[in-house]
């Protein structure tokens, strides 16, 4: 079995979900948090590493809530996503933001602490067993020199909703031999009688397909992929407004661009589990039930670690 890591951006403010640590919040009958979940099924899948992706002014809460009790049944690093982490001659730029610089950034902060095939999570997501296995499997039987090779698990548009407001996806675009040709992220996507939707510029809806494959932001990706990261935020950051507080480095986006430049090919590995996560606060009952449901079906014990 190869080596490999599971980073798990955990950086967000998380200021839809009423100002909280959506990442902290208990969801599991014994206290446990998306998290575990995520990591007991990576662990699971042959995974041995797990870096959290963090603010340093949650690092003392971080640590009590998960980050202990993970040290002791596997290797774990912290990499600490903060605004002011980018070049001295860029400085001025994060004056008037309030966040770090997104998806992107949050990769590249593990740079000094990733030198394996590493797979990338969402905190507040759970993506369910498959999805690891599939992951482990291509990043341990491709080359871990290639940054330009990847995968992206693929999830159902209409499995990824919220019933409580809009949500981000990337939808993607997948050939028949299951290599993403596009990837588009759309922001506001809503449930509608009729399926899914975007709010158009003069107040309208615009139909989503809710087959659509989507990003969930679960990438497989190797060491070497720090390079092309490293000089697209400096180029990112070149570009951005000094005025902009708002502007993100993401990595849909950066995939994407990759893609259609033809100097990345990502193979999508669909995931046919079910996700959710807590975007909005009213998420966390429907997650807490939805833990309840797996737990009487067999998939997890009552007590995970």
């Known amino acids: 079995m190869g080596k490999a890591a599971l980073v798990i951006m955990a950086a967000g403010i998380g200021s839809r979900f009423g100002g909280g640590i959506k990442q902290l919040e208990a969801v599991g009958p014994g206290g446990e948090i998306i998290m575990d979940y995520s990591i007991c099924d990576a662990l699971e899948a042959g995974f041995d590493k797990v870096v959290f992706v963090i603010r340093k002014d949650l ?26 982490d980018i070049p001295e001659r860029f400085q001025k730029k994060a004056e008037h ?10 990769i590249l902060c593990c740079k000094d602490v990733v030198k394996e095939p590493f797979l990338v999570i969402n905190a507040d997501d759970y993506y369910g067993k498959e999805a690891y296995r599939k992951a482990y499997e291509y990043l341990t039987s491709h080359s871990s020199k290639d940054g330009c090779l990847a995968c992206m ?9 919220s019933d409580n407001g809009g949500v981000t996806r990337g939808i993607s675009k997948v050939d028949c031999n299951h290599m993403l040709t596009e990837i588009v992220e759309t922001r506001g996507i809503i449930k509608t009688e009729n399926g899914a939707a975007v709010q158009s510029e003069d107040g309208g809806l615009v139909p989503v397909d809710l087959e659509s ?3 969930m932001n679960m990438w497989g990706l190797f060491p070497a992929f720090m390079d092309i990261l490293e000089t697209g935020f400096e180029k990112f950051l070149g570009e951005t407004d000094e005025e902009d ?29 079910k996700w959710f996560g ?21 998939i997890y014990k009552e007590k995970l670690f």
């Not at 259609?260 to 090919?265: L, V």
């Not at 807590?278 to 737990?295: A, N």
């Open 245 to 273: 507080p708002k502007g993100e480095y993401l990595l849909p986006t950066i995939i994407g661009e990759l893609l259609e430049a033809g100097k990345m090919q990502v193979e999508v590995l669909q995931s046919h589990d």
């Open 97 to 106: 933001r309030k966040k770090p610089w997104g998806t992107g950034q949050a």
């Open 59 to 84: 690092d003392a809460d971080f640590k009590r809530v998960i980050g202990r009790r993970i040290e002791k049944i596997t290797e774990v690093e912290y990499a600490y996503q903060e605004l002011d």
């Open 213 to 215: 494959d989507v990003s």
């Open 153 to 161: 698990i693929g999830f159902i548009l209409k499995n990824t909703l």
């Open 278 to 298: 807590v975007t909005y606060k009213e998420d966390k009952k429907d997650v807490v039930q939805e833990i309840q449901k797996l737990i009487a079906d067999g």
